[in-house]
């Protein structure tokens, strides 16, 4: 007989019902089949990714039992007709080892002696002088002289003719512009005092 370990999720009103013990369906195929259970344990209901058979939610449980590896084939076809056990899983049950691991001795490494610093290797005699490459010198360019340019005398503009007000109204603005220099000057020394 071998070990074997069964995941299975069930509805959520299976909880619900009183007579249904832990691992209630699948115990029972279990024990019809010749098997005996080692172990049950339940994870809880979980929420599913997407709906499985129209259900949003189930419970997982997980059971240890030991059975003959020929029958374990009917126990699968057993419990994947059952319509309350949405999906189930069964594998070969090992339990995992426990132990101390072990840790490598640490090597040691021979510390390399200490030597004197060999003798410099003498270095190959420099080249002789290499020829100098001749370098062309860049020709002249002849700068083209002009004749220098005739200036002309100067333009004068006329002064547009303004008419006899307009420059009694200039000379006004400018008194007036002096008049208000004056004022602000009184202004300063009135309000020094």
């Known amino acids: 007989m071998k070990q074997y370990e069964i995941t299975f999720i069930t509805k959520e009103d299976e909880k619900e019902k009183p007579a249904s013990p832990a691992g209630g369906p699948v115990k029972a195929e279990i024990e019809a089949l010749g098997g005996k259970i080692l172990n049950v344990s339940s994870i809880g209901q979980k929420n599913f990714t997407y709906p499985i058979k129209k259900e949003k939610s189930g419970i997982y449980t997980t ?16 419990i994947g007709l059952k319509e309350d056990i949405l999906r189930h899983l069964i594998i070969l049950y090992k339990a ?12 040691k490494v021979p510390k390399p002696e200490k030597t004197l610093p060999k003798e410099p290797e003498k270095l190959p005699e420099p080249a002789k002088e290499l020829p100098k490459p001749e ?33 009694e109204i200039e000379k006004e603005t400018v008194g007036e512009e002096e008049r208000m220099k004056e004022l602000d000057k009184k202004l300063d020394e009135l309000l020094k005092e």
Do not use: T
């Open 96 to 107: 995992a080892k426990v132990g101390v691991p072990k840790v490598p001795k640490i090597l």
């Open 135 to 167: 370098v062309k010198k860049p020709e002249k360019i002849e700068e083209k002289k002009e004749a220098p340019k005739k200036v002309e005398k100067p333009v004068e503009v006329a002064k547009p003719k303004v008419s006899p007000a307009a420059e």
């Open 63 to 78: 059971v240890v039992f030991e059975m003959d590896p020929q029958k374990l084939m009917d126990l699968n076809k057993k």
